[in-house]
Structures are given as C-alpha cells and as structure tokens.
C-alpha cells in the first residue's frame, strides 16, 4: 500500500478538525485532555485553540480549580459561532411545501417552519434563503432536499417540474460567495437519517423504499454504512426497474393497495437480490399498516429465509428526512481526507 502524503496546511486542517470534534463531543476539555483524546502533542493543541479562540470558533472558559499544580484553561466548542439553513423541497397530493430549517454548528434548531405554496421555482428558494440569510447573518452551508435527482450542482429529473434540469446550487454559489451549498436527493437524505437514529451495527446495508400514491417510487440505499449515489446520480430511481408495466401505469397500480402489492414485492425482491440489507424501511402514502405481512409473505415466497431482511413501514419519515439533511448539510463544514486501502 502507498502511504499518500499531505501537504502541511492539510495535516493542519486535519488537526484542527480533530480539536474542534473532539470539543463538539465531549462538551469541554483542557490543552491535556484534548491532546490525550486526540492523539496530538500538548503544543500543536495549544496552538490550534490559541487560533480558534481568536476566530471565535471555541470559546475558552477561563481556569479550572488548581489540584495543586498549574490550573488548567478550560475550552468549550462554540456551536453558536455561526448557522446552516436546511430547505426541504415537497410535493404531495398536489400541495407544495418548502420546509425551512436553521440550526446552530451541534445541528440544534433556531427555527423551524414550513411554507405551503401555489407553485415551487428557483426564485421563490431564493427569496426563501434571502430572507432567512438576513435574518441569520453568519451562515456557513445551504442544504436542500429535493424530491428528484440531484446530479451535482444541477436537478435532473424532479417531482416539481419547474425546478427539473436547473443549475440550482450553481445559483445559489453565486449568490452566497462562501457559502457552502448542498443539494441531494430526498430519499439518500431519509436514508441517511434513519440508519443513523437505528444505530445499525457498522457497515451494514440498509434500505428506504417509498410509494407515493400520485409520484413514482423511489429508494435509497446505505451500503457499507455509506450512502449510495451511483455513477450519475440515479441510484433509487426503481421506477425504472423492469417489472413489465410503464412507469405511468406504476401511476396506476398504486392508487389501490390490493394492486399495489404485488408491485411492490417486486420491487423489495429485486433490492434484496442487489444489496442484501439487514432492514428496509417502507413509506409512502400508498403503504397501510395491514399490508406489512403480505409483503413480507411475498418477499419469503422468492427470497431465501436466511437472507430475508427486517421489513418495516413508516408512514411519516419527516422527522428523519430533517435530521439526515442537518448531518449532511453540518458535514460540507467539516474539513476531512478519507485513507482507501485497496484490497
């Protein structure tokens, strides 16, 4: 294996990442404890905190009691230094909402409130985050859930069609100079949310599957304890699999949970044949409570006992969709290299 080498001012940024975790986790700490937990030397901490006192980013909370020797300084991670707004793009049932969010740098909300809407473009997200960037004058990231295909800076295809195939966070990084933007798909951000509040065991496949009743369907996937994108983007996008029948007649079969079912086992098989989970989550608004042992039942029929996932329904996942939105949106803040040994 070739060791990669890293230029000064990354292993820097690296050292001061890992302070300003090990803060964020263990409340507070001393020059002694975070170079103890961090691994790093007493000086290069001291140095580190020296600097993000100055920036404002750790606050330090003055001396500890004295036990005899040198009373220690004491440093608390400031999650107040500065705000992320997180947007949730949705439409169902033919009402158009778009939840606003913003929350402080440990992901505590400031505010919460969703906005329903006759229509839902890029200049009314504008106006939105305009307005809340006033409001919050120290905003570090932008993240936006979005209900389609998020391929980079750009929507592909999308549920509200005026935002389909717009350079969104291409806008928005011109009109927030230094602001971090990040758009996703809304499925990899519940997916997300939910595998981090079941607290899986780690590097476990996990699935989200979703029939909405007038959309088509949509998944996503954890795999390996990470979220899947896929080559371009277009990974959960099931409504393409091959069952037999169009996607405008997927339209059809779900708005009856007798038609649905069968549908829908397909779709189960063919994401436990793939990826193998050790638990799928199932949502959406064509989903009743009553059909969970019939699609159990039918997974059992095709899919080997010993390879058989949990199967779950979860009707509303909004509050995971938010949480996984927050983390992902915290994690464009956060400064990291990640070491791939190939096997």
């Not at 060791?3 to 050292?15: A, D, R, Y």
């Not at 795999?223 to 405008?248: C, T």
């Amino acid at each position: 294996m070739n060791v990669p080498t890293h230029s000064t001012q990354h292993v820097k940024k690296i050292n001061t990442e890992l302070v300003k975790q090990t803060l964020r986790t263990n409340n507070t700490g001393t020059k002694a404890s975070i170079a103890r937990l961090t691994g790093l030397s007493v000086a290069t901490c001291g140095t580190i905190l020296n600097e993000l006192v100055h920036s404002g980013e750790i606050i330090d909370l003055g001396t500890d009691e004295s036990s005899g020797g040198r009373p220690a300084n004491r440093y608390r991670f400031n999650a107040d230094y500065a705000s992320m707004i997180c947007m949730i793009v949705r439409t169902e049932g033919g009402v158009h909402t778009i939840t606003c969010a913003v929350a402080n740098l440990n992901g505590e909300l400031a505010e919460h409130e969703v906005h329903t809407l006759e229509q839902i473009d890029v200049p009314i997200i504008e106006q939105l985050l305009d307005d809340l960037t006033q409001k919050y004058t120290h905003v570090r990231a932008i993240g936006i859930g979005i209900p389609g295909v998020a391929l980079g800076d750009t929507i592909g295809i999308c549920d509200v069609p005026q935002l389909a195939n717009q350079p969104l966070a291409s806008l928005l990084k011109q009109r927030y100079e230094g602001v971090e933007i990040l758009l996703e798909n809304d499925m990899n951000l519940t997916v997300y949310g939910l595998y981090q509040q079941l607290q899986l065991e780690q590097d476990r496949n996990f699935a989200i599957v979703t029939f909405p009743r007038n959309h088509y369907p949509g998944a996503g996937f954890i795999v390996n304890g990470q979220p899947m994108n896929g080559n371009s983007y277009f990974s959960g996008e099931i409504s393409y699999l091959p069952y037999g029948v169009s996607r405008e007649q997927q339209l059809e079969l779900l708005q009856s949970a007798e038609q649905a079912a069968g549908f829908i086992v397909q779709s189960l098989v063919s994401i436990i044949a793939i990826i193998n989970p050790v638990q799928i989550i199932i949502t959406g608004d064509s989903i009743t409570a009553d059909m969970l042992s019939k699609l159990d039942a039918g997974c059992r029929a095709i899919i080997p006992a010993e390879h058989m996932p949990t199967l779950l329904i979860q009707n509303d996942t909004r509050s995971e969709y938010l949480s996984g939105l927050i983390t992902a949106t915290l994690e464009r803040l956060t400064y990291h290299i990640q070491l791939i040994q190939r096997r």
